[in-house]
Protein backbone atom coordinates (compact mmCIF):
# COMPACT_ATOMS: atom_id res chain seq x y z
CA UNK A 1 0.00 0.00 0.00
CA UNK A 2 3.18 2.05 0.76
CA UNK A 3 3.66 2.66 -2.91
CA UNK A 4 0.38 3.87 -4.15
CA UNK A 5 0.93 6.85 -1.46
CA UNK A 6 2.84 10.27 -2.67
CA UNK A 7 4.00 12.85 0.04
CA UNK A 8 4.12 16.06 -1.31
CA UNK A 9 5.72 19.27 0.17
CA UNK A 10 4.93 22.62 -1.39
CA UNK A 11 7.65 25.21 -2.25
CA UNK A 12 8.91 23.88 0.86
CA UNK A 13 11.70 26.90 2.63
CA UNK A 14 14.10 24.32 5.46
CA UNK A 15 16.55 21.61 4.31
CA UNK A 16 16.61 20.17 8.09
CA UNK A 17 12.63 19.59 7.42
CA UNK A 18 13.37 18.03 4.19
CA UNK A 19 15.61 15.50 6.00
CA UNK A 20 13.45 15.02 8.61
CA UNK A 21 10.59 14.09 6.30
CA UNK A 22 12.45 11.85 4.29
CA UNK A 23 13.66 10.01 7.29
CA UNK A 24 9.92 9.97 8.88
CA UNK A 25 8.80 8.63 5.10
CA UNK A 26 11.35 6.04 5.70
CA UNK A 27 10.37 4.90 9.09
CA UNK A 28 6.72 4.30 7.92
CA UNK A 29 8.01 2.57 4.92
CA UNK A 30 7.07 5.35 2.13
CA UNK A 31 9.38 6.35 -0.56
CA UNK A 32 7.90 8.73 -2.72
CA UNK A 33 8.84 12.37 -2.41
CA UNK A 34 7.57 15.25 -4.88
CA UNK A 35 8.81 18.32 -3.97
CA UNK A 36 6.96 21.76 -5.73
CA UNK A 37 8.89 24.65 -6.14
CA UNK A 38 11.41 23.63 -3.25
CA UNK A 39 12.85 26.94 -1.90
CA UNK A 40 15.98 25.03 -0.56
CA UNK A 41 18.43 22.92 -1.69
CA UNK A 42 17.12 19.60 -1.14
CA UNK A 43 20.69 17.84 -1.79
CA UNK A 44 22.44 20.56 0.89
CA UNK A 45 24.28 18.30 3.67
CA UNK A 46 21.75 19.28 6.08
CA UNK A 47 19.01 17.82 4.76
CA UNK A 48 21.28 14.56 4.32
CA UNK A 49 22.47 14.75 7.59
CA UNK A 50 18.88 15.09 8.67
CA UNK A 51 17.99 11.92 6.51
CA UNK A 52 20.61 9.79 8.29
CA UNK A 53 19.37 6.47 6.42
CA UNK A 54 16.77 8.11 4.49
CA UNK A 55 18.96 9.84 1.83
CA UNK A 56 18.04 7.71 -1.03
CA UNK A 57 14.30 9.41 -0.57
CA UNK A 58 16.09 12.71 -1.08
CA UNK A 59 18.43 11.30 -3.99
CA UNK A 60 15.58 10.02 -6.14
CA UNK A 61 13.12 13.27 -5.13
CA UNK A 62 11.13 14.30 -7.74
CA UNK A 63 10.59 17.94 -8.28
CA UNK A 64 7.67 19.67 -10.62
CA UNK A 65 7.69 23.93 -11.39
CA UNK A 66 3.98 23.87 -10.13
CA UNK A 67 0.73 22.02 -8.65
CA UNK A 68 -0.14 21.09 -12.71
CA UNK A 69 1.47 17.50 -11.88
CA UNK A 70 -1.01 16.76 -9.15
CA UNK A 71 -3.93 16.06 -11.91
CA UNK A 72 -2.16 12.43 -12.34
CA UNK A 73 -3.36 11.34 -8.91
CA UNK A 74 -7.02 9.81 -8.18
CA UNK A 75 -7.34 11.56 -4.55
CA UNK A 76 -5.83 14.52 -2.90
CA UNK A 77 -5.22 15.14 0.67
CA UNK A 78 -4.35 18.55 2.06
CA UNK A 79 -3.04 19.57 5.58
CA UNK A 80 -3.77 22.99 7.57
CA UNK A 81 -3.72 24.37 10.80
CA UNK A 82 -6.46 26.68 10.11
CA UNK A 83 -9.97 25.18 10.78
CA UNK A 84 -12.70 26.47 8.68
CA UNK A 85 -16.59 27.45 9.38
CA UNK A 86 -19.74 26.09 8.14
CA UNK A 87 -19.22 28.64 5.82
CA UNK A 88 -15.68 27.78 4.71
CA UNK A 89 -16.38 24.60 3.13
CA UNK A 90 -12.91 24.04 1.74
CA UNK A 91 -11.43 24.17 5.08
CA UNK A 92 -13.93 21.58 6.93
CA UNK A 93 -11.69 19.36 8.01
CA UNK A 94 -11.06 15.79 9.44
CA UNK A 95 -9.24 14.51 11.95
CA UNK A 96 -5.60 11.80 11.03
CA UNK A 97 -7.39 9.62 12.91
CA UNK A 98 -10.08 9.58 10.60
CA UNK A 99 -8.61 8.91 7.69
CA UNK A 100 -8.49 5.21 7.73
CA UNK A 101 -12.47 4.98 7.26
CA UNK A 102 -11.88 7.94 4.54
CA UNK A 103 -9.27 6.73 2.27
CA UNK A 104 -8.39 4.17 -0.13
CA UNK A 105 -4.87 3.16 -1.03
CA UNK A 106 -5.53 0.92 -3.91
CA UNK A 107 -5.68 4.67 -5.82
CA UNK A 108 -2.59 6.80 -6.18
CA UNK A 109 -2.96 9.29 -3.36
CA UNK A 110 -1.36 12.86 -2.60
CA UNK A 111 -0.63 14.01 0.55
CA UNK A 112 0.22 17.52 -0.07
CA UNK A 113 2.02 19.69 2.86
CA UNK A 114 2.16 22.92 2.99
CA UNK A 115 4.92 25.77 3.66
CA UNK A 116 6.67 26.46 6.75
CA UNK A 117 5.55 29.98 7.04
CA UNK A 118 2.38 30.38 5.33
CA UNK A 119 1.04 26.60 4.63
CA UNK A 120 -1.08 25.82 1.71
CA UNK A 121 -3.11 28.42 0.47
CA UNK A 122 -7.07 28.44 -0.45
CA UNK A 123 -6.72 27.81 -4.34
CA UNK A 124 -4.59 24.73 -3.09
CA UNK A 125 -6.93 23.09 0.02
CA UNK A 126 -9.57 23.61 -3.16
CA UNK A 127 -8.31 21.36 -5.26
CA UNK A 128 -8.06 18.37 -2.47
CA UNK A 129 -10.78 15.58 -1.70
CA UNK A 130 -10.30 15.43 1.93
CA UNK A 131 -8.91 18.26 4.17
CA UNK A 132 -6.89 16.96 7.59
CA UNK A 133 -5.97 18.85 10.27
CA UNK A 134 -4.08 18.02 13.79
CA UNK A 135 -5.84 18.53 17.28
CA UNK A 136 -3.05 21.16 18.74
CA UNK A 137 -3.42 23.69 21.46
CA UNK A 138 -5.45 26.61 20.26
CA UNK A 139 -2.34 28.93 22.05
CA UNK A 140 0.16 27.65 19.28
CA UNK A 141 -2.09 25.78 16.40
CA UNK A 142 1.29 25.82 13.70
CA UNK A 143 2.87 22.82 14.02
CA UNK A 144 6.23 22.26 12.13
CA UNK A 145 5.74 20.84 9.00
CA UNK A 146 7.92 17.52 9.76
CA UNK A 147 5.84 16.92 13.07
CA UNK A 148 2.57 17.47 11.49
CA UNK A 149 3.70 15.09 8.42
CA UNK A 150 4.98 12.18 10.87
CA UNK A 151 1.68 12.28 12.88
CA UNK A 152 -0.36 11.59 9.55
CA UNK A 153 1.59 9.09 8.18
CA UNK A 154 1.75 7.13 11.54
CA UNK A 155 -2.11 7.18 11.33
CA UNK A 156 -2.31 6.26 7.34
CA UNK A 157 0.50 3.32 8.45
CA UNK A 158 -1.55 2.33 11.61
CA UNK A 159 -4.64 1.76 9.22
CA UNK A 160 -3.78 0.24 6.49
CA UNK A 161 -0.39 -1.82 7.64
CA UNK A 162 -2.77 -4.61 7.63
CA UNK A 163 -5.23 -5.97 5.58
CA UNK A 164 -8.23 -3.68 5.92
CA UNK A 165 -11.63 -5.27 5.98
CA UNK A 166 -13.65 -4.47 2.69
CA UNK A 167 -10.81 -4.58 0.88
CA UNK A 168 -12.34 -6.83 -2.21
CA UNK A 169 -14.61 -3.88 -3.28
CA UNK A 170 -13.50 -2.21 -5.77
CA UNK A 171 -13.69 1.22 -5.29
CA UNK A 172 -14.55 4.48 -7.35
CA UNK A 173 -11.89 5.72 -9.64
CA UNK A 174 -11.57 9.41 -10.25
CA UNK A 175 -12.85 9.45 -13.52
CA UNK A 176 -15.88 8.21 -11.88
CA UNK A 177 -16.35 10.91 -9.40
CA UNK A 178 -15.40 13.67 -11.73
CA UNK A 179 -18.19 12.17 -13.56
CA UNK A 180 -20.82 12.49 -11.25
CA UNK A 181 -19.44 15.80 -10.69
CA UNK A 182 -20.23 16.85 -14.31
CA UNK A 183 -23.52 15.23 -14.01
CA UNK A 184 -24.68 17.46 -10.92
CA UNK A 185 -22.99 20.46 -12.63
CA UNK A 186 -26.04 19.48 -15.42
CA UNK A 187 -28.71 18.27 -13.06
CA UNK A 188 -28.28 21.86 -11.33
CA UNK A 189 -28.48 23.51 -14.52
CA UNK A 190 -31.58 21.13 -15.32
CA UNK A 191 -33.53 22.14 -11.61
CA UNK A 192 -32.25 26.18 -12.54
CA UNK A 193 -30.61 26.43 -9.62
CA UNK A 194 -28.50 29.73 -9.20
CA UNK A 195 -25.22 30.23 -9.87
CA UNK A 196 -23.47 30.97 -6.48
CA UNK A 197 -25.93 28.18 -4.94
CA UNK A 198 -24.22 25.36 -8.00
CA UNK A 199 -20.80 26.81 -6.45
CA UNK A 200 -21.90 25.90 -3.21
CA UNK A 201 -23.13 22.55 -4.17
CA UNK A 202 -20.20 21.72 -6.24
CA UNK A 203 -17.74 22.12 -2.96
CA UNK A 204 -20.30 20.38 -0.79
CA UNK A 205 -20.42 17.23 -3.37
CA UNK A 206 -17.00 17.33 -3.66
CA UNK A 207 -16.23 17.20 0.23
CA UNK A 208 -18.87 14.54 0.41
CA UNK A 209 -17.11 12.15 -1.94
CA UNK A 210 -13.65 13.36 -0.65
CA UNK A 211 -14.76 12.02 2.45
CA UNK A 212 -16.44 8.99 2.18
CA UNK A 213 -14.92 5.70 0.76
CA UNK A 214 -16.75 5.87 -2.26
CA UNK A 215 -17.40 1.66 -3.88
CA UNK A 216 -17.82 1.71 -8.12
CA UNK A 217 -21.27 0.68 -7.40
CA UNK A 218 -22.29 3.25 -5.54
CA UNK A 219 -20.77 6.03 -8.21
CA UNK A 220 -23.02 4.43 -10.80
CA UNK A 221 -25.89 4.37 -8.52
CA UNK A 222 -25.09 8.08 -7.99
CA UNK A 223 -24.47 8.43 -11.59
CA UNK A 224 -28.38 6.86 -12.53
CA UNK A 225 -29.90 9.47 -10.21
CA UNK A 226 -28.47 12.54 -11.53
CA UNK A 227 -29.09 10.98 -15.00
CA UNK A 228 -32.95 10.84 -14.10
CA UNK A 229 -33.25 14.30 -13.09
CA UNK A 230 -31.20 15.27 -16.05
CA UNK A 231 -33.67 13.54 -18.33
CA UNK A 232 -30.52 11.01 -19.59
CA UNK A 233 -30.95 6.98 -20.02
Given at each position: ?8 L ?6 G??G ?24 SQ????R ?10 V????D ?24 RI ?15 K ?7 E ?5 N??I ?14 F ?25 G??I ?56 L ?7
Open positions: FCSMLTVVVEPESENLAVARLMKNFDFRDLLLINPQCDYLEALDATHAKDILRHRVEKISCLGEFDYLIATTSKVGTDYNIPPIKPEELSINLDLRKVALLIGRSTGLREEMKADLVVTIPVSKKPAMNMSHACGIILYEIFKAFGKEKVEHPAASKREKDQIMILLDEAMKKLTIPELKQETQRRVWKRMLGRSFLARREAFALMGLKKVIGKR
